[in-house]
T-cell receptor
Framework: GQQLNQSPQSMFIQEGEDVSMNCTSS?????WLWYKQDPGEGPVLLIA???AGELTSNGRLTAQFGITRKDSFLNISASIPSDVGIYFC??????????WGAGTKLIIKP | NAGVTQTPKFQVLKTGQSMTLQCAQD?????MSWYRQDPGMGLRLIHY???????DQGEVPNGYNVSRSTTEDFPLRLLSAAPSQTSVYFC??????????????FGQGTRLTVV
């Protein structure tokens, strides 16, 4: 089946640091989505990307849809404690199905 | 705003038992789907529906059935529970708007343990 490679698997960072994570695929997607999941909750959409090359921001979050349509990255600037959680990328196929990465767990060092 | 509502939140089943996980959305979304989430893995699609009366299989459909008799409801049935079905299950609903493809809204999940 189709797969997304999401990296890194986990990140330990200091509060205030910038964070970067990415997803790559062997398949082309029409849409890239970035979600965040808090413990005991369902994923919540952070950013949606609809065009190759698109760069979109949501507060301290910035995401880009790769030119090849096979990759995307998410940056978080000046991390704060509430950024802790698991971040997922998802690529959307033409039939609307989502293919998910395995997630990046963000942990802030005390 | 209710959004996507899943019940129950927690369930323990014995091997071989059957049960139905409920999912309801009040946003009039066309698309609904069921995922399972296992530790260290992304969400995997079990079944999905593009509208009332239409369902299709996702990546991991074996052992599960779905139906979509109304736009609002999309129940997931476990026919004969197995320990391998221990997981967290998420229901999602989506809409599309012109050329923009659907964005999914998720329920809070059902944590299922099969013993």
């Amino acid at each position: 089946g189709q797969q997304l490679n999401q990296s890194p698997q986990s990140m330990f960072i200091q509060e205030g640091e910038d964070v970067s994570m990415n997803c790559t695929s062997s398949s082309i997607f029409n849409t890239w989505l970035w979600y965040k999941q808090d413990p005991g909750e369902g994923p919540v959409l952070l950013i949606a990307l609809y065009k190759a090359g698109e760069l979109t921001s949501n507060g301290r979050l910035t995401a880009q849809f790769g030119i090849t349509r096979k990759d995307s990255f998410l940056n978080i600037s000046a991390s704060i404690p509430s950024d802790v959680g698991i971040y997922f990328c998802a690529g959307q196929l033409r039939n609307y199905q989502l293919i998910w990465g395995a997630g990046t767990k963000l942990i802030i060092k005390p | 705003n209710a959004g996507v509502t899943q019940t129950p939140k927690f369930q323990v089943l014995k091997t071989g038992q059957s049960m139905t996980l409920q999912c309801a959305q009040d946003m009039n979304h066309e698309y609904m789907s069921w995922y399972r989430q296992d530790p260290g893995m992304g969400l995997r699609l079990i079944h999905y529906s593009v509208g009332a009366g239409i369902t299709d299989q996702g990546e991991v459909p074996n052992g599960y059935n779905v139906s979509r008799s109304t736009t609002e409801d999309f129940p997931l049935r476990l026919l004969s529970a197995a320990p391998s079905q221990t997981s967290v299950y998420f229901c999602a609903s989506s809409y599309s708007s012109g050329a923009k493809i659907a964005r999914a809204f998720f329920g809070q999940g059902t944590r299922l343990t099969v013993v």
